[in-house]
C-alpha cells in the first residue's frame, strides 16, 4: 500500500511516499511502453509505436497501477476489486484519449471498428482486458516491483527528484512538440486515423 498524503491534513505531505509513487509510476509507465510496443509487434509487425512521450514510457500505464495499488488494499471486497480493475484503467484510457484528440487533434488510439466503443477511445473488449491485466499487477507484478524498490530505496532516494525532473521535462517537451505538430499538419492527414 502507497500513501503520500494525509486526509486529515492535506497540506502534510509525506516526501518518503512521494517519492515511492514516482518509482511506480516510473516502472509502470515503462512496462505499458513495452507492452503496447509488444502488441504492435504482435498484431502488425512493428515494435515502434506512436508515442507521446520521446522517451520509453506510457503514462498511462503509470496512473492506473498507481491508483490501484493505493484503493486496493487485502481487505477489499472482490466485487469491488473487479470493478475497480474495471472502471480506472478505462476511466485513464478515456480521459487521456479525450485530452490528446481535443488539445492536439490527433488520435493516438481508435477504437471505433471494436465492439461497444465509445468515441474511439475505450471498448468493452480492451476494457475486460484491463481487468486481467489489472489483476495480474495487483497479485504477481506488484509484489515483485515492491521488492525491488525496498532493495534500491535508499538508491532511489537519491535519484528520484532527477526522475521526476525528466518527467516535468518530458510532459512540458511533448505538449509543445505535439502542440506545434498539430498546428503545421490538417486533421485529415493524421496517419493514426
Known amino acids: 500500500m502507497i500513501s503520500f498524503l494525509d486526509f486529515y491534513a492535506p497540506t502534510n505531505i509525506n516526501f518518503e511516499g512521494f517519492s515511492t509513487v514516482i518509482f511506480y509510476f516510473t516502472i509502470y509507465s515503462m512496462i505499458g511502453w513495452l507492452l503496447e510496443n ?72 481508435d477504437y471505433s471498428d471494436m465492439p461497444l466503443q465509445v468515441h474511439g477511445h475505450i471498448c468493452l473488449p480492451f476494457s475486460l482486458c484491463w481487468i486481467l491485466l489489472s489483476l495480474a499487477c495487483l497479485k504477481w507484478a506488484h509484489p515483485a516491483i515492491e521488492s525491488v524498490y525496498k532493495a534500491a530505496e535508499f538508491l532511489w532516494a537519491w535519484i528520484w527528484p532527477a526522475v521526476m525532473l525528466y518527467f516535468i521535462a518530458e510532459f512540458t517537451l511533448s505538449i509543445r512538440r505535439h502542440f506545434v505538430h498539430s498546428l503545421n499538419e490538417p486533421e485529415s492527414s493524421n496517419p493514426l486515423r
Do not use: D, H
Request: with cysteine.
Open 38 to 109: 509488444s502488441y504492435s509487434y504482435v498484431t502488425k509487425r512493428k515494435f515502434f509505436k506512436p508515442n507521446f512521450f520521446l522517451g520509453p514510457f506510457k503514462p498511462m500505464y503509470g496512473f492506473a497501477p498507481v491508483l490501484l495499488v493505493y484503493l486496493i488494499g487485502p481487505e477489499t471486497n472482490w466485487g469491488v476489486v473487479l470493478l475497480l480493475c474495471f472502471f480506472i484503467p478505462t476511466f485513464i484510457e478515456y480521459v487521456s484519449g479525450v485530452f490528446l484528440q481535443k488539445l492536439f487533434q490527433r488520435q493516438w488510439w
